[in-house]
């Protein structure tokens, strides 16, 4: 089993800027693509970003691309989405999640998940 801790959300104003943190325990880091979802208060969970298990392939939704960076540190089997010129639109519960498939890559199907941490940025 994988357990999946996230961290550094908060609140910000628009066009600030946030680093999140999801830390993995239990497996081996290494062997798992790992991505970013959000949720908005009323709204469906969307897809964010995505690494592959070296860090060189990485995926994000349109609505960030270029404002969000997504990042991962093997060796401290740790994961970081840093979000630049925030919006009110990026106000939801970012989740971390993984999975060892890569079927599981540009899907919503990911087997290991977060509890999630809240960003909330004001206008």
């Known amino acids: 089993q994988l357990h999946l801790v996230e961290s550094g959300g908060g609140l910000v104003q628009a066009g600030g800027s946030l680093r999140l943190s999801c830390t993995a325990s239990?497996?081996?880091?290494?062997?798992?693509?790992m991505a970013w979802f959000r949720q908005a208060p009323g709204k469906e969970r969307e897809f964010v970003a995505s690494?592959?298990?070296?860090?060189?392939?990485?995926n994000f939704a349109d609505s960030v691309r270029g404002r969000f960076t997504i990042s991962r540190d093997n060796a401290k089997d740790t994961m970081y989405l840093q979000m630049d010129n925030l919006k009110p639109d990026d106000t939801a519960v970012y989740y971390c999640?993984?999975?060892?498939?890569?079927?599981?890559?540009?899907?919503?199907?990911?087997?290991?998940w977060g509890q999630g941490t809240q960003v909330t940025v004001s206008s």
């Open positions: 690494i592959g298990w070296r860090g060189t392939n990485t």
């Open positions: 239990g497996r081996t880091f290494t062997y798992y693509l």
């Open positions: 999640a993984a999975d060892f498939r890569p079927g599981a890559w540009g899907t919503y199907d990911w087997t290991y």
